[in-house]
């Protein structure tokens, strides 16, 4: 899977408007070409909306969750740590692995990562409003938080599945548009680095 930098929408004047995500630039027909069979070559257009772009979102999204996950628990006094609730949470997520055709043991690793990264994001955040106090809480982790992490965990696991049969297995080439999309505050580039190595593990069941 790879995804190209450019982003191309149509302009007046027999032009491209070509974005870089920092500039404009307008392309004459005959550049637009020559960028096109470059794109072509490194870039193949099945990838532009790749399935592993969509995981990638999700992960982005679930962790986006724990600056709030952090609020919560620091109104309520409560520890980041909660190793029974890791330890259902883990069961669930691997047995709808399963049952999603991916293999049990690298998917267990996967979400070991992520709970171990989530944990990290809290712990940060709380050394933060250990100084500056947690600002209002706008969410309450039974009612709104778990319901829609358990959402994106599903939907993970379905995206994990479609993406390895339909693409196959992420490459080194991929960690760019990961780390790219994971743009999180309190998010480390070791744990993006362990998140990606961890996701790019996972496989499909082998029913020989």
């Not at 309520?76 to 049952?99: C, G, N, Y």
């Not at 809290?122 to 106090?133: I, N």
């Amino acid at each position: 899977m790879s995804t190209s930098i450019f982003a191309v929408t149509r302009c007046p004047v027999d032009t491209l408007l070509v974005s870089d995500s920092t500039r404009y630039v307008y392309l004459k027909p005959t550049r637009l070409r020559l960028l096109m069979i470059v794109t072509m070559l490194f870039f193949p257009c099945s990838s532009w909306a790749s399935e592993w772009s969509g995981v990638f979102s999700l992960m982005h999204q679930r962790l986006g969750w724990m600056q709030a996950v952090a609020v919560d628990k620091a109104h309520a006094h409560k520890p980041i740590e909660d190793i029974a609730r890791e330890t259902k949470v883990l069961a669930s997520s691997v047995a709808s692995a399963q049952k999603a055709g991916l293999d049990a043991e690298s998917t267990r690793h996967f979400f070991q990562t992520q709970i171990a990264v989530a944990k990290a994001i809290q712990y940060r955040w709380m050394a933060e409003y250990v100084v500056s106090g947690a600002p209002k809480s706008e969410y309450s982790l039974q009612k709104d938080i778990r319901p829609k992490l358990i959402d994106l965990g599903h939907s993970m696991v379905a995206s994990i599945a479609v993406a390895l049969s339909q693409e196959g297995a992420l490459t080194a080439q991929d960690l760019t548009a990961f780390e790219n999309t994971l743009s999180l505050p309190m998010l480390h580039d070791g744990d993006k680095k362990a998140l990606f190595e961890s996701l790019r593990a996972i496989r499909l069941q082998d029913h020989r």
